[in-house]
Antibody, heavy 120, light 106 residues
Framework: QVQLVESGGGVVQPGTSLRLSCAASGFTFSTSVMHWVRRTPGKGLQWVAVISEDGDEKHYADSVRGRFTISRDNSKKMLYFETNSLRPEDTALYYC?????????????WGQGTLVTVSS | DIQLTQSPSFLSGSVGDRVTITCRASQGISSRLAWYQQKPGKAPSLLIYSVPPLQSEAPSRFSGSGSGTEFTLTISSLQPEDFATYYCQQHNSYPLTFGGGTKVEI
């Protein structure tokens, strides 16, 4: 079954960290560009990060650059998102998403999301 | 960053109605705009995009048009399963950006 399953979300205090994970199945993960996209109550959908097939190239939204790190383990078909120095405005449903093709910058497969709530 | 402005943000319609949603970009993005549909409790799903050429993974009642800075998504005849929130997304350059969404309700 072609799917992405996220995990690792939770309720945390400002300034703390969470590691989000995304397990891929049913497709060739190692040849797929992968993204993290979040949905916030106030701002709707926001793209946050992308990683190339081999993990060598990464891009981040300005709002998370320097605090969040995207990584992957192709042998395990896993995508990760290390989120540090969390802020209340990072509260969101975090989706991992597959890029439709190299250079497409489109999301053709999404997980169901993992909820991150940052609150004191 | 490229800003996308969607209008309207809310749309009330009936089954059989023809509806149009507009997405305006703050700068030219050629034809590299995609549309997604999101239903409550579900992940977004890709409807229409332009690589180019214009590609669609949606039923034929959905159509997209535009280039440069102004784009439209049209549903020719609203069906019960079309009541959802629609987002545009530019796939021209990083950072990728989305419009604010249009909620289509009965």
């Amino acid at each position: 079954q072609v799917q992405l399953v996220e995990s690792g979300g939770g309720v945390v205090q400002p300034g703390t960290s969470l590691r989000l994970s995304c397990a891929a199945s049913g497709f060739t993960f190692s040849t797929s560009v992968m993204h993290w996209v979040r949905r916030t109550p106030g701002k709707g959908l926001q793209w946050v990060a992308v990683i190339s097939e081999d993990g060598d190239e990464k891009h981040y939204a300005d709002s998370v650059r320097g605090r969040f790190t995207i990584s992957r383990d192709n042998s395990k078909k896993m995508l990760y998102f290390e989120t540090n120095s969390l802020r209340p405005e990072d509260t969101a449903l975090y989706y991992c998403a597959r890029d439709r093709c190299f250079g497409c910058r489109l999301f053709d497969l999404w997980g169901q999301g993992t909820l991150v709530t940052v609150s004191s | 960053d490229i800003q996308l402005t969607q209008s309207p943000s809310f749309l009330s319609g009936s089954v059989g109605d023809r509806v149009t949603i507009t997405c305006r970009a703050s700068q030219g993005i050629s034809s590299r705009l995609a549309w997604y549909q999101q239903k409550p409790g579900k992940a977004p799903s890709l409807l229409i995009y332009s690589v180019p050429p214009l590609q669609s993974e949606a039923p034929s009642r959905f159509s997209g048009s535009g280039s440069g800075t102004e784009f439209t998504l049209t549903i020719s005849s609203l069906q019960p399963e079309d009541f959802a929130t629609y987002y545009c997304q530019q796939h021209n350059s990083y950072p990728l950006t989305f419009g604010g969404g249009t909620k289509v309700e009965i």
